[in-house]
Structures are given as C-alpha cells and as structure tokens.
C-alpha cells in the first residue's frame, strides 16, 4: 500500500474522513421543567403595558385601597419593570402612576430563569407570609402557558425569593 493510502485508511479509521469532515453532533435539546399548575382559563391583570411573552408579573395590593405595586420581569428582554398603578373601578382598568425599568444583570437573568423554572416545576402552591390588609398575585409566563399563585400577605419562599431579586433591579 502507498502512503497516501495508508494515510487515508488512518484517517478514516481514526474518525476522520479524506473527503470532509463528519457531520457535527446534533446540538443537545432543551431541559425544561415540567410546567405544574398550568391555570386555563387564566385571569390576567389588566395593565395598561404589554406583558412579557416569557416572564414573571407581581402585585401587591391592599384590601381598601386602589393603589397597587406591580413588577413585571422580561427575560426575552433582559429588563424588570416596577409600576406604581391606581385602580380606576369604574373602569375596571390601571392606569400606571410612576414606572421604573432597569436592565437585567446576567446573574440577575440566570437567577431569575431558575427561580421561575423551579416554581413551573412545583407541584404545591407557593407559601405566603400573613399580613393584614395586603394581597399578593403571581403570573409566570412562558408563550401561551401561565401559571398563577395568589395570597393574603406577603409571598413566601420561591416567591419572595423571586421578589427580591426583581427588587434589586428597579427598587422596592
């Protein structure tokens, strides 16, 4: 046998190929959690902005009180948003009062991608921390799926978790 020959049979038994290269893997999928207590139909809030395709929106409100608190993270976006909203009852609308938005860190980002997947991925409903006279409601959105938690109170655990670091970018 000659060497280029040789050299090619070594090629080929070595994983290589004297005509191309192989084909590239087939890239590994996706693991997404399992989505657990997927509402439908799902009540959605009524604010006057776009919500995220794929993200988290938070309220709290008081019992006798129009005002509310609202924050609404963007992860296709990469920014959180804190809106200051009254409640015109006859209506039945929001209208934003004062609206803050700041730019999603990459830790920021990552942390809250794991947090809204480890609360898809829940098959309990997520704590609360009693209070008087406070109300909280959760929407997680991913595309056509939402999964909606509500409370008396504070939220507790992943949520209040979820909270502080939506906090961290546009403040309290």
């Not at 060497?3 to 192989?22: C, E, H, M």
């Not at 609202?70 to 200051?84: F, H, I, N, Q, S």
């Not at 409640?87 to 609206?99: A, F, N, P, Q, T």
Request: charged share 20%; hydrophobic share 45%; net charge positive.
């Amino acid at each position: 046998m000659r060497l280029p020959q040789r050299a090619a049979l070594l090629a080929v038994v070595l994983g290589g190929s004297p005509v191309g290269a192989w084909p590239a893997p087939a890239p590994e999928p996706v693991v997404a959690p399992a989505k657990r207590n997927v509402c439908k139909p799902c009540v959605m809030p009524s604010l006057p902005s776009p919500l995220p395709r794929r993200g988290a929106v938070l309220s709290y409100g008081a019992v006798n009180s129009q005002v509310s608190t609202w924050y609404a993270v963007d992860l296709d976006r990469g920014e959180a948003t804190r809106m200051l909203a009254r409640l015109d009852r006859s209506m039945g609308k929001h209208g934003v009062l004062e609206r803050v938005t700041g730019r999603l860190s990459a830790a920021q980002s990552s942390a809250l991608s794991q947090l809204t997947a480890r609360i898809w991925a829940s098959s309990n409903p997520l704590p609360t921390q009693m209070a008087t006279d406070v109300v909280w409601d959760l929407w997680l959105l991913d595309g056509g799926d939402v999964r909606r938690e509500f409370g008396p109170g504070r939220p507790a655990g992943m949520a209040q978790d979820l909270a502080r670091t939506m906090q961290e970018v546009v403040g309290l």
